[in-house]
């Protein structure tokens, strides 16, 4: 009878900790962000997205100032739709750009901002128009075996 106290103990310390597992799961998977950050969206046209995701972060100097909210495709201009959730507290020119990069040789895609040098800033609603795709390995290859076979 002297077991009870300390068996809701241990149960309460393993849901917690199966919490914690699952929390940090969802953290690494980028399933879960928790941000109460202000945000403003933004639009780009990009010729292929890559395996870029709903979540992916956008950096800008390594720092994280905004996530892809939405990923969709334009059947008037034939490109992917890109729609980004970028922070308040940072404010970028209108004619910045955007690449879709990679974390290290295999790594998760992300869009990295590069600010421009207009004086009005981006305001919700606006689109980039100056954007440059994803480098999809497999077309790289493609080509440096084809120039290889043209030059023999």
Do not use: C, H, W
């Given at each position: 009878m002297g077991h009870g106290k300390s068996d809701v103990w241990v149960g309460l310390f393993v849901m917690l900790g199966v919490a914690a597992l699952v929390f940090l799961a969802l953290q690494s998977a980028n399933l879960l962000t928790l941000n109460w950050q202000n945000t403003y969206r933004v639009t780009a046209y990009f010729d292929n997205v890559g395996g870029l995701k709903p979540r992916s972060a956008v950096r800008s100097g390594g720092v994280v100032v905004g996530r892809v909210a939405d990923i969709g495709f334009d059947d008037q201009r034939y490109q992917a739709?890109?729609?980004?959730?970028?922070?308040?507290?940072?404010?970028?020119?209108?004619?910045?750009?955007?690449?879709?990069?990679?974390?290290?040789?295999?790594?998760?895609?992300?869009?990295?901002?590069?600010?421009?040098?207009?004086?009005?800033?981006?305001?919700?609603?606006?689109?980039?128009?100056?954007?440059?795709?994803?480098?999809?390995?497999?077309?790289?290859?493609?080509?440096?075996?084809?120039?290889?076979?043209?030059?023999?």
């Open positions: 739709t890109v729609a980004l959730d970028m922070q308040t507290r940072y404010k970028f020119p209108r004619d910045s750009s955007l690449k879709i990069l990679t974390s290290g040789l295999l790594g998760e895609q992300y869009v990295g901002i590069e600010a421009g040098a207009d004086d009005a800033d981006l305001a919700n609603g606006d689109q980039i128009t100056s954007t440059q795709s994803a480098v999809v390995l497999e077309n790289l290859i493609s080509r440096f075996l084809f120039d290889t076979a043209a030059g023999d």
